[in-house]
C-alpha cells in the first residue's frame, strides 16, 4: 500500500505529478473565466495575504536598492526641490504635517501610507527610498517616476521625504502648498485647443495599438482649466521668478526660449518628472502666456552673494578646452539673439542648478527641445567635463551679471 501511495522510482510520480498540474491549471482557467474572484476595491486583502504581499514589497525593495545616495541629499536647496513635487502629487494620496488623507486615497487597497510620521518612511534606507519613488509598487496605486533617467529629481524627493516626519506643518505649508494668487494675473485656458501627441516613457510597451496620449490632459488639480498656471509655477519658482536656487531663474530668458521649452516638456521631448506633468495640463495659449509674464518680470541673478570664482571656470567658458576638442561655452550662451532663442542664458543663474543640470546632460537624461531624434551637443561636452570642472563652470556663469536680451555682442576670451 505504501509503495503505490509513494513509489520508489522517480519515473512512477510523473503520471501522478502531470494530472494533479493538469488538475491545478484547469482549476486555474475556469475561476479566470467565470470571473468568481472578486477583484474590487472595495474589500481590503485578507490578513495573510496582506501580510505576504507587504514582506515580498520589503524584500524585493531591499534587494533593488538605488545606488549610493548624493553627498548632499540632506541639504536645504534638496528637501525644497522635493517638497514642490510632493505639494503637487504626493500629498494627494499620502497628506503631509497639519493634513490627512481624502476618503477616496483611503478607499483604495492597499491604502497609501500616511508619511508624515516617523514609522513609514524609517523602515527605509535612502537607496530603498530611491527604488520605490523611481520604480512605483506593481499591484498598488504609486506609479514609476514620469521622467525616464531623472535620477537627480528622485533624489530631490527622497530627500524631503527623510525631513518630512520631523517637518512643522507651518514648515510643510511653506514648502509645499501653492499659495494662489501670488504676484500674478490668472492665464486663461483658451479655446479648446488642437490636441498634440505625447511621448510617453512607456510607450513602446505592447499592445502598441492600445495605446493613444494627447495633450492637454485633464490633471491632478485643474489649476490650467482654473486659470491659475501662474500660481502653480510660482511653487517651484518663486512668486518673483528667481527660482531659489533649486530651480531655474526663469526671468533671465528670452520669451522665445521659454515658449519652446515649455512646449517641449507638453510634447515629452525635454523629460523631467517635475516639468511634464505641469506642461501636459497647459494649453498652448496658457504657454504663451506663461513665457510672456515670466520674460517681463524684472531681471536679477539668483545668488544673492556669489563665491569666488575659480579660474578654471573662466576658461572653459571664454576658451573651451582645445585639447578635448570642446569650444567655448560662449560659443552658445549668449553670443546673439538668435542663439538666445535655442540655447539658454547662463548669465546670473544658480550655481547649484547649473552644475545639477550639467550632470543630468552627462548621464543622457534631460532630453531635448527638438527631441531625442536630434541629440543634445550638450551631452557630449558634459561627458568630457568631470565634477571639478563643472562646478568651476557654473561657478563662473553664477557670478555674472545677468545678460541683456535685447542687446548681444561676440564674447571675446577675457572679458
Known amino acids: 500500500m505504501l509503495r503505490l501511495l509513494f513509489p ?19 482549476l ?10 472578486d477583484l474590487s476595491a472595495a474589500k481590503p486583502h485578507p490578513e495573510g495575504w496582506a501580510r505576504l504581499l507587504h514582506f515580498t514589497f520589503d524584500r524585493s525593495t531591499a534587494f533593488h536598492a538605488g545606488p549610493t545616495p548624493p553627498a548632499d541629499l540632506d541639504t536645504p536647496l534638496r528637501i525644497a526641490a522635493g517638497a514642490a513635487y510632493y505639494g503637487q502629487v504626493c500629498a494627494r494620496c499620502h497628506g503631509g504635517p497639519g493634513f490627512g488623507q481624502n476618503p477616496v486615497v483611503l478607499s483604495m487597497h492597499p491604502r497609501p501610507q500616511y508619511l508624515a510620521t516617523d514609522l513609514p518612511i524609517a523602515r527605509f534606507t535612502a537607496p530603498e527610498l530611491f527604488r520605490i519613488v523611481k520604480a512605483g509598487v506593481k499591484y498598488s496605486a504609486m506609479p514609476s517616476w514620469p521622467a525616464d533617467r531623472r535620477d537627480d529629481e ?8 527623510r525631513a518630512l516626519p520631523t517637518m512643522p506643518p507651518a514648515t510643510f505649508r511653506q514648502l509645499a502648498v501653492v499659495a494662489h494668487g501670488d504676484g500674478a494675473a490668472a492665464a486663461r485656458f483658451g479655446a479648446p485647443p488642437t490636441e498634440r501627441r505625447y511621448a510617453l516613457r512607456n510607450d513602446d510597451e505592447p499592445p502598441l495599438a492600445s ?48 515658449a519652446q521649452t515649455l512646449a517641449a516638456y507638453a510634447a515629452g521631448r525635454r523629460r523631467s518628472g517635475y516639468m511634464q506633468m505641469v506642461a501636459t495640463e497647459l494649453s498652448p495659449a496658457q504657454i504663451g502666456a506663461l513665457a510672456d509674464h515670466y520674460a517681463a518680470l524684472p531681471r536679477r541673478a539668483t545668488d544673492a552673494t556669489a563665491a569666488a570664482v575659480p579660474a578654471e571656470g573662466q576658461r572653459l567658458a571664454l576658451l573651451g578646452l582645445p585639447k578635448a576638442g570642446l569650444a567655448p561655452c560662449a560659443s552658445c550662451h549668449g553670443v546673439t539673439r538668435d542663439a538666445a532663442k535655442a540655447y539658454p542664458l547662463l548669465e546670473g543663474q544658480s550655481r547649484w542648478y547649473l552644475a545639477d543640470q550639467m550632470r543630468v546632460f552627462r548621464s543622457g537624461g534631460r532630453g531635448s527641445i527638438v527631441g531625442d531624434k536630434t541629440p543634445d551637443p550638450m551631452v557630449v561636452i558634459a561627458q568630457k567635463l568631470g565634477d571639478r570642472q563643472i562646478d568651476a563652470v557654473a561657478a563662473y556663469y553664477a557670478a555674472q551679471p545677468p545678460a541683456r536680451v535685447q542687446s548681444f555682442a561676440a564674447v571675446q576670451p577675457g572679458r
Open 28 to 37: 486555474a482557467i475556469v475561476v479566470v473565466v467565470t470571473g468568481i474572484v
Open 8 to 26: 520508489l522510482r522517480i519515473t512512477q510520480w510523473l503520471g501522478p505529478l502531470f494530472v494533479a498540474a493538469a488538475a491545478a491549471g484547469l
Open 211 to 258: 495605446y493613444n496620449y494627447r495633450t492637454p490632459v485633464f490633471g491632478f488639480s485643474g489649476y490650467a482649466l482654473g486659470a491659475d498656471p501662474v500660481a502653480t509655477c510660482a511653487r517651484c519658482h518663486g512668486a518673483d521668478g528667481a527660482g531659489g536656487g533649486a530651480f531655474p531663474n526663469l526671468t533671465l530668458q528670452t520669451r522665445d526660449y521659454l
Open 154 to 161: 528622485i533624489w530631490h524627493l527622497v530627500a524631503f521625504l
